[in-house]
């Protein structure tokens, strides 16, 4: 089972670039690493999912290095709509069992103009 | 954008009382995940169910926690005795199927508990 380390919390300014990075040194080759969002007093959404290299959708990337034991999520040009926790899952859940997936303590980011 | 719906918004109870929390996945997800966040802690898997059938509860305290999904569709979770520790926002996921990587997961926006 793959274990994540982030950061606790994160500061930044609106309009600034946000890179928060998770640590799975031990990620196994079917692992896949999914990053959800958190706002107060709603559940987690998705927001994005690379398995190694660049992944980009129309709210953030997901850069993953060629050996796979980190992962970095980056927010373009944040705004204090961003403002909320984030967290790196890192599992394989082909065998159907969700209980793989561990979701950690999350990023709290904090945007203030 | 479908939702998974989740009732009751807030919920305050007693400790020793019976307690239950409704869960509507989106309309043709077979596969429902109850997991409990307490508070600055990242949500926890309590149980997992593919259509009516329970696939993984491994982490559900069975002494007092039960979960049930009949007919494949909605489904309830009930706490009986309520303990103050049980304190927490209870949160209902739902996907089309338990592959997480190709099909993830929609999470509802939960039940806060407060056991008092």
């Known amino acids: 089972l793959a274990k994540t380390t982030q950061p606790i919390s994160m500061d930044s300014y609106e309009g600034q670039e946000v890179n928060i990075t998770c640590s799975h040194n031990n990620i196994a080759t079917n692992d896949y690493i999914t990053w959800y969002q958190q706002f107060p007093s709603q559940g987690p959404r998705f927001i994005i999912q690379?398995?190694?290299t660049k992944v980009t959708n129309e709210v953030a990337s997901l850069f993953i290095p060629a050996d796979r034991k980190s992962s970095t999520l980056s927010l373009p040009r944040v705004s204090l709509s961003d403002t909320a926790v984030y967290y790196c899952l890192v599992g394989d859940v082909f065998t159907g069992t969700a209980s793989k997936l561990t979701f950690g303590t999350g990023t709290r980011l904090q945007v203030t103009l | 954008e479908a939702e998974v719906a989740q009732s009751p918004r807030y919920k305050i109870t007693e400790k020793s009382q019976a307690v239950a929390f409704w869960c509507d996945p989106i309309s043709g997800h077979a596969t429902l995940y109850w997991y409990r966040q307490i508070l600055g802690q990242g949500p926890e898997l309590l149980v997992q169910?593919?259509?009516?059938?329970?696939?993984?509860d491994s982490q559900l305290p069975k002494d007092r926690f039960s979960a049930e999904r009949l007919k494949g569709v909605d489904s309830t979770l009930k706490i009986q005795p309520a303990e103050l520790g049980d304190s927490a926002m209870y949160l209902c996921?739902?996907?089309?199927?338990?592959?997480?990587?190709?099909?993830?997961?929609?999470f509802g926006s939960g039940t806060r508990l407060t056991v008092v």
């Open positions: 690379g398995y190694k």
């Open positions: 996921a739902s996907s089309l199927g338990p592959d997480f990587v190709s099909y993830g997961y929609t």
């Open positions: 169910f593919q259509d009516e059938s329970v696939v993984d």
